[in-house]
């Protein structure tokens, strides 16, 4: 799996946008951006992923720029629910019919702030 | 939405004691996996399982062992509890051939 970098934490005022950037530069071409987050004492929990398109679900966006080289995770419009560290991984999108353990950096802690 | 739960949320056993850890997913999902996570140490993995009654060793295997007679269920067994074995235990799941893990609530375990 390819190395990410991601800052060690970010702040962002309640109901703004809340953008956490990821470096993935030495990324394959087959390898997908993931995003996941883990709030206090729970378990993480799965947010969004991309190839090389921009994606938009429910929770998020993820931004991915051209070249692939990093990727942005935009919260539209962050609650103090959203405080918790993000992970950016990358990684193949399909093992093969097997599977494969997760393995996650040390992420970014969002903290939003009242 | 799929859905994994984990049997107790805290569990305080002793040195030496055999200890389950009971884990179930609703979406029929061909993996599950066995984590442990510690601060400054990050997600291990332990055991995943890709079918009934098939199981691979992970990274930090020893002191484990697990067991899947049914799809929807996969336990960590602990043969001989220690301390150093006190921990935050996390179930996931994911569909076969898929890199989208969903995880339990977590099992946060003392052994004393």
């Known amino acids: 799996d390819a190395k990410t970098t991601q800052p060690t934490s970010m702040d962002c005022a309640e109901g703004r946008a809340a953008n956490l950037p990821c470096n993935h530069s030495t990324i394959s071409g087959n390898e997908y951006v993931y995003w996941y987050r883990q709030i206090h004492s729970q378990g993480p929990q799965y947010i969004i992923h991309?190839?090389?398109n921009n994606e938009t679900n429910e929770m998020a966006s993820l931004i991915i720029t051209e070249d692939r080289k990093s990727s942005t995770l935009i919260l539209p419009h962050a609650t103090l629910r959203d405080t918790a560290v993000y992970y950016c991984?990358?990684?193949?999108?399909?093992?093969?019919?097997?599977?494969?353990?997760?393995?996650f950096g040390k992420g970014t802690h969002l903290i939003i702030q009242p | 939405d799929v859905k994994v739960t984990q049997s107790s949320r805290y569990l305080v056993k002793r040195t030496g004691e055999k200890v389950f850890l009971e884990c179930v997913q609703d979406m029929d999902h061909e993996n599950m996996f066995w984590y442990r996570q510690d601060p400054g140490l990050g997600l291990r993995l332990i055991y995943f399982s890709y079918d009934v009654k098939m199981k691979e060793k992970g990274d930090i295997p020893e002191g484990y062992s697990v067991s899947r007679e049914k799809k929807e269920r996969f336990s960590l067994i602990l043969e001989s509890a220690s301390t150093n074995q006190t921990s935050m235990y996390l179930c996931?799941?994911?569909?076969?051939?898929?890199?989208?893990?969903?995880f339990g609530a977590g099992t946060r375990l003392s052994v004393l």
């Open positions: 991309g190839l090389k």
């Open positions: 991984i990358v990684r193949v999108g399909s093992t093969g019919g097997g599977a494969d353990g997760l393995t």
């Open positions: 996931a799941s994911s569909l076969g051939g898929k890199n989208i893990q969903y």
